[in-house]
C-alpha cells in the first residue's frame, strides 16, 4: 500500500471509424484505461458503427440476466473471467435461440420439482393429520359424511383452544385434541350437521385448519395413511427423475454456457463503451484516464492497429483537473480491511494522502486500549483469523475484515497484561502497568495526552498533503496548517506551565508563539487571494473579513478543544470494560458464593456480552474518533475509484 495514488495521465484517443470495433477490443483486453463519458460530442450526422449500439447493448443486457439466471437455476457457478481475448458479437440474436431453449427446459424441470414438492408437502401434512388416528379401525367416511354428526379434523394453534371452548358454548359440540406441541395441535372437532355452518365460521375464526382429502381415499386413516405414503413415494421418484435431467443439462451445457455468457458480457460492454465514445467527422473521439507506467503498452498495442490512431497524452494541470482524477486503490491483502474502512468513509482524491497505513497502525491501538482483556483480545485474534482464513462460509462477505479483527485482538491482548486483565480477572497475573480502576484519573490524562498526539499526527498529515500539492499559504499560515498547529501545542503549553512547576519552557514563548499563529491564521485568507490575484483581497470589506476571521479563529480554538477531549473518552471506555467485566463477577458471587457451577456459568454468560455488546460499542466509539476528530484534520475523502474498462464477473468494474 502506498501512501500516495500512482501517478494517473489523461489521454485522448482519435479513432478512424473502420478501427473502432478492434480498438474497443484491445481497451477491453488490457484492462488499463478508465473510459469517460464523450458522447455528448457529436459533429458529424453520418450513421455510424456505434449508431445501434445503444439497442444491441439493452439486447445483450436482457440476453445476459437470462443466461445469468439459466445457470443460477443449474446451479452453475459463472465463474472468473476467461484468460483468453474475445471478439464482440455483432447479432445478439445468434444466441437467443439457444438461451430460450434451454432457458425453456429449465423452467419446465423447475416447476415440475416445485410442483411435485408442493404435493408432497399436502400428502405429508394430511399424512402428519391422520397419524394419531391410526389405531382407530372404523373408515374415515363415516367420520366424515354422518347424516348428523359434522366433524373436522385438522390443526389450530395450540393458544386458541380455550377460546374456541368458550365461543362454541352456545351450541352442543366436542373437541377432541389428538395430538399437541406448544405451538399448533391437532384435534376432531364433531358437532351435529344442521350446525355446521356455525361450525365452520367458528373453526376458522380459530384458525381450524381442516384436512383436504379425496373422497377417493376409503378404509380406515391406517389403510389411508399407506395410500398417502405409496403417492409420496411416486413422486419423490419422479423428483430424482427430473433432478438427473437438470443434472445431464448440467453436465452437458455448463461449458457452453459459461463460454456463451462471457461472450455475451464482453459484448454488452464493448457497446456500452462505444456508447460513450465522441463522435467525430470521420471517426471517434476516446478519452480516459490510466496510470503512467502502463501508457506505453497501450500506445503500443493502438499503433500496432493503425498509425492513423493518434493519441495526445494530457497531464493533470491545475485543481479541476486534479479532483477529477480517478485514484488506484490497491486490494491488498491484510491490508484490505482497513482500505474498506477508509473507503467507507470516502475516497482519497489524487496527490492525497492515502491514510489506510495510519488507519492500521492507530485503529488497533484506540480499540485495544478500550477493551484491553488477554482472554477478550485472544478471541477476537482467533474470530479474525478464522475470518481471513475463510473457514465459516455464512461469514465470508466479511473476510476482508478478518485483518481488523485479528490486529484489534492482539493490541487489545498487549493491553490486557498492560492491565493486568484475563477475561475479566484481574488477580490470575499482575498488571505492567496499572489496574483501570484503581488509578482512573492518571489513565485519563494519559489517553488525553495521547489524543493531542494523534491530532499532531493528523495535523502533519494535512502538511504532507499541501507540500505534495505545492498549497503553500494553506501549509505556512491556514488553522490546519503550520500555524494552526503552533497555535495548538502553544495553547498546550501555557496550560502545562500554569500547572507544572519549573517548566523548562517560559510562559511568555508560548504566548508570543500564540500571538504569531493567530496573525497568520487571519493574514492566510488576504494573502491566498492577492497571491492568486482574485480581487477584492478581502471579500466585504476589511471590517467583514476581521469579523469572519475571528469566528473561524474560534471555531478553530473550540474544536481543538473538543478533539482533544473527545480522546478521553479512550480511558473512559478502558475503566468501562474493567468496571463491567467486575459486575459480571459480583452477580456471579451473589448467585453461587461457595464458586460452584451458577458461578462459572454467570462468568462464562458476562465474558460472552462483554465480548459481543462492548466490542460493538468499542468498535463504533473507534470508528467515531478515527473519521470524525482523526481524518478529518487532513482528509478530504471527494476523490473517485479508478475502474478501468475490462470484462471481470462484477458489474462495478466494466465500464465506469
Not at 389403510?223 to 421418484?237: F, M, T, W
Not at 503512467?292 to 503498452?297: F, G, I
Not at 490512431?309 to 497531464?315: N, Y
Not at 496527490?351 to 477493551?371: D, Y
Request: charged letters at 20%.
Amino acid at each position: 500500500m502506498k501512501w500516495f495514488s500512482e501517478r494517473m495521465t489523461a489521454v485522448e484517443i482519435e479513432v478512424p471509424d473502420r478501427y473502432a470495433r478492434r480498438v474497443t477490443e484491445v481497451l477491453a483486453n488490457d484492462g488499463v484505461l478508465q473510459i469517460e463519458d464523450m458522447s455528448y460530442l457529436n459533429t458529424s450526422q453520418e450513421p455510424s458503427y456505434a449508431s445501434d449500439c445503444q439497442a444491441k447493448a439493452i439486447q445483450f443486457a436482457n440476453l445476459e440476466k437470462q443466461l445469468s439466471e439459466t445457470m443460477q437455476s443449474l446451479k452453475i457457478d459463472l465463474g472468473e473471467a476467461p484468460e483468453k481475448h474475445f471478439k464482440m458479437v455483432s447479432d445478439p440474436e445468434q444466441f437467443q435461440p439457444f438461451a430460450d431453449q434451454l432457458a425453456q427446459e429449465v423452467q419446465e424441470s423447475s416447476q415440475i420439482i416445485s410442483e411435485t414438492q408442493k404435493s408432497i408437502a399436502h400428502l405429508q401434512h394430511n399424512i402428519e393429520l391422520l397419524e394419531p388416528l391410526a389405531d382407530v379401525d372404523i373408515p374415515i367416511d363415516r367420520i366424515r359424511n354422518r347424516r348428523y354428526i359434522f366433524s373436522i379434523l385438522g390443526t389450530m394453534p395450540s393458544s386458541n383452544i380455550d377460546r374456541f371452548k368458550t365461543s362454541m358454548a352456545k351450541v352442543p359440540f366436542a373437541l377432541l385434541v389428538l395430538k399437541q406441541n406448544d405451538d399448533f395441535a391437532i384435534v376432531l372437532l364433531i358437532g351435529l350437521r344442521q350446525n355446521k355452518d356455525y361450525l365452520r365460521r367458528t373453526a376458522r375464526s380459530a384458525y381450524l385448519n381442516g384436512i383436504d382429502l379425496s373422497d377417493t381415499y376409503q378404509g380406515t386413516p391406517a389403510q389411508i395413511i399407506a395410500s398417502l405414503k405409496a403417492e409420496v413415494k411416486v413422486l419423490e421418484d419422479q423428483i430424482g427423475i427430473t433432478n438427473q435431467e437438470v443434472d445431464r443439462i448440467r453436465e452437458n451445457r455448463s461449458h457452453r454456457l459459461q463460454d456463451l455468457y462471457w461472450h455475451v458480457r464482453y459484448s454488452r460492454l464493448m457497446c456500452e463503451a462505444l456508447i460513450r465514445y465522441g463522435r467525430l467527422k470521420h471517426g471517434y473521439l476516446i478519452a480516459g484516464w490510466l496510470p503512467s507506467n502502463k501508457l506505453e503498452v497501450l500506445t503500443n498495442d493502438l499503433q500496432a492497429i493503425s498509425p492513423e490512431i493518434l493519441i495526445d497524452v494530457k497531464q493533470p494541470a491545475g485543481e479541476r483537473d486534479l479532483s477529477e482524477t480517478p485514484i488506484v486503490m490497491e486490494k491488498a491483502g491484510f491490508e484490505q480491511g482497513f482500505q474498506k474502512l477508509v473507503t467507507t468513509y470516502g475516497m482519497p482524491e489524487y496527490n492525497e494522502l492515502n491514510p489506510t497505513l495510519l488507519m492500521m497502525l492507530t485503529f488497533p491501538v484506540i480499540f485495544g486500549a478500550m477493551f484491553g482483556d488477554v482472554g477478550h483480545g485472544l478471541i477476537l485474534a482467533i474470530a479474525g483469523l478464522l475470518l481471513m482464513l475463510n473457514k465459516i462460509k455464512k461469514l465470508k462477505r466479511f473476510a476482508s475484515l478478518g485483518s481488523v479483527v485479528f490486529l484489534c485482538g492482539i493490541v487489545a491482548m498487549v493491553f490486557g497484561v498492560l492491565f493486568g486483565s484475563i477475561f475479566g480477572m484481574e488477580d490470575l497475573i499482575p498488571a505492567v502497568w496499572d489496574h483501570p480502576m484503581e488509578n482512573i484519573m492518571s489513565l485519563l490524562l494519559i489517553t488525553g495526552a495521547g489524543g493531542a498526539l494523534l491530532l499532531t499526527v493528523a495535523n502533519i498529515m494535512g502538511l504532507v498533503n499541501d507540500f505534495h500539492q505545492r498549497h503553500w499559504i494553506h501549509f505556512f499560515m491556514n488553522s490546519r496548517g503550520l500555524a494552526g498547529l503552533l497555535m495548538y501545542w502553544s495553547l498546550i503549553g501555557i496550560v502545562l506551565s500554569l500547572f507544572i512547576k519549573d517548566f523548562p519552557i517560559g510562559r511568555t514563548v508560548f504566548i508570543l508563539t500564540t500571538i504569531l499563529s493567530i496573525i497568520m491564521i487571519f493574514l492566510s485568507g488576504f494573502l491566498e487571494r492577492f497571491i492568486e490575484k482574485k480581487k477584492p483581497y478581502m471579500e466585504g470589506g476589511p471590517f467583514v473579513y476581521f469579523i469572519q476571521s475571528f469566528f473561524e479563529l474560534f471555531e478553530t480554538v473550540i474544536g481543538y478543544l473538543s478533539n482533544s477531549l473527545s480522546y478521553v473518552r479512550i480511558g473512559a471506555f478502558a475503566v468501562a470494560h474493567a468496571g463491567l467485566s467486575s459486575v459480571f463477577f459480583i452477580l456471579a458471587n451473589l448467585v453461587s458464593p461457595t464458586k460452584g457451577f451458577g458461578y462459572w456459568l454467570v462468568v462464562i454468560f458476562g465474558n460472552i456480552f462483554v465480548i459481543g455488546f462492548e466490542g460493538m460499542i468499542v468498535s463504533i466509539q473507534t470508528l467515531r474518533l478515527e473519521y470524525y476528530e482523526f481524518f478529518s484534520k487532513f482528509f478530504s475523502g471527494r476523490g473517485r475509484k479508478y475502474l478501468p474498462f475490462r470484462i471481470s464477473k462484477s458489474n462495478s468494474e466494466g465500464v465506469n
